[in-house]
């Protein structure tokens, strides 16, 4: 089992930064594809980002490519996504997820869900 807590979210003026991170317990994220998701009120969870098993960040969403930046570290067992100029269309509660197999952008196909952070952009 894998436990994940998402933190720094926030309220956020337009163009404004933030920071999230995830931490996980239960196992090492060492081996796990994690990814970034984030959902709005009235629409799906969509995925923002996603870093491979090896470590590596390869996949952002077109809406965010630029201006986010995902990364992980797994001495501390924790992934990152940094957000900059951040746009009010941001605004949403975003969520960290993890899975045994290779990276996806399918929600359903994640295991490990945390319970997510707020993050609200003013314009």
């Known amino acids: 089992q894998v436990q994940l807590v998402e933190s720094g979210g926030g309220l956020v003026q337009a163009g404004g930064s933030l920071r999230l991170s995830c931490a996980a317990s239960?196992?090492?994220?060492?081996?796990?594809?994690m990814g970034w998701f984030r959902q709005a009120p009235g629409k799906e969870r969509e995925e923002v980002a996603a870093?491979?098993?090896?470590?590596?960040?390869?996949y952002y969403a077109d809406s965010v490519r630029g201006r986010f930046t995902c990364s992980r570290d797994n001495a501390k067992n924790t992934v990152y996504l940094q957000m900059s100029s951040l746009k009010p269309e941001d605004t949403a509660v975003y969520y960290c997820?993890?899975?045994?197999?290779?990276?996806?952008?399918?929600?359903?196909?994640?295991?490990?869900w945390g319970q997510g952070t707020q993050v609200t952009v003013s314009s």
């Open positions: 870093i491979s098993r090896e470590g590596g960040c390869i």
């Open positions: 997820a993890a899975r045994l197999l290779g990276v996806s952008t399918t929600p359903r196909r994640y295991s490990y």
């Open positions: 239960g196992r090492t994220i060492s081996g796990l594809s």
